[in-house]
Each structure stands twice: as structure tokens, then as C-alpha cells.
């Protein structure tokens, strides 16, 4: 995975970028630019702040966990963050923030499909999703990167499976 640089119209240019093993200073700072419904959408449920497991963990980069993160010019901070964590030969689950204030500007679906190219690159053929019930944007971002085979409750949240392939 290479840096890139994505010119968007409409919304903001994109610098997209992997992110490094180990890199927790990066996930942070994305995470502090979540308001509280935004982490309780991204975590699927109240998410004040991120441990230092936690923090470890969304920032270890292997053979099975891919991130990419989005940087718009002009702005210092990182603003949105794509991951894949590979769960067999074939499948990956992906979950993505945006900052609040690049919300619904197209940057989650920009940095998304740009994983999903990485992860076809990567022999991955479909992706999963868990979300609550009550994202309707989550779901609608992942109809627009990939061809949605499958929704439904597991427990409290609603699980998306799509096709990538």
C-alpha cells in the first residue's frame, strides 16, 4: 500500500495513506476529532476514551490488519480512518470514522473503497461490517463500495456482508 493523493469534486482532496505498525498517536488523533455519536456509532456503544490495549490494538499492523488513513490538505490532524481486519482466507471486517466536521462530504466512502481496492489487491473477496441499527450511514457507505449480499441482527447489531470481488 502506497500514499496517494485522491482529487475529489465535490468534497475535499485526499491524501491517503497507510497506516504504520504501532502507530497509536495517529489512531488517537482521529478519535479525538469523533464527537460522542460518531464514537458510539464507530464502537457500537459509548466510547469516552481508548485504552492503551485498545489504542495498541487498532494500531497493530500485520499480515491481518490493514488501515488507511485520510489527511486533507491544509489541515494538520488526520481525518478519517479505514481498517480491515482479515478474518479467514477471503473475508475481512472493515469499520471507518470520519471527523465530525468532514462528515457526509464523501471522505469515509473515498478512504473505504480505496481499502476495499487494497484488500481485492490482497485476495479478499468480501467484507463484513457490524453496526447499529440506527447508522443508516454506515450501511449506506458500504452499499456504495460493494455489493451487499447480506444484513442482519447478530444480537443488537445489524451485521453487513458484501461482496468485494
Given at each position: ?63 491481518s490488519?490493514f ?51 487494497d ?18 450511514a ?28
Open positions: 500500500m502506497e500514499t496517494r493523493y485522491l482529487t475529489r469534486r465535490p468534497g475535499p482532496d485526499l491524501i491517503v495513506r497507510p497506516l504504520r505498525n504501532g502507530d497509536a498517536a495517529t489512531v488517537l488523533a482521529v478519535f479525538e476529532r469523533l464527537g460522542a455519536d460518531s464514537r458510539r456509532a464507530r464502537f457500537n456503544g459509548p466510547k469516552p476514551c481508548l485504552s492503551e490495549a485498545e489504542l495498541a490494538h487498532l494500531a497493530r499492523m500485520d499480515g490488519h488501515a488507511l488513513v485520510g489527511w486533507v490538505p491544509g489541515d494538520p490532524q488526520p481525518v478519517a480512518i479505514a481498517r480491515l481486519a482479515r478474518t479467514s482466507r477471503g473475508s475481512a471486517e472493515i469499520a471507518f470514522a470520519v471527523a465530525d466536521e468532514y462528515q457526509h462530504k464523501g471522505v469515509g466512502v473515498a478512504l473505504a473503497a480505496e481499502l476495499v481496492r484488500a481485492r489487491l490482497a485476495g479478499i473477496t468480501e467484507i463484513t461490517a457490524l453496526t447499529s441499527p440506527d447508522n443508516p454506515a450501511l449506506a457507505l458500504v452499499r456504495r463500495i460493494a455489493r451487499v449480499v447480506d444484513v442482519r441482527f447478530e444480537g443488537p447489531e445489524l451485521s453487513i456482508r458484501a461482496a468485494i470481488a
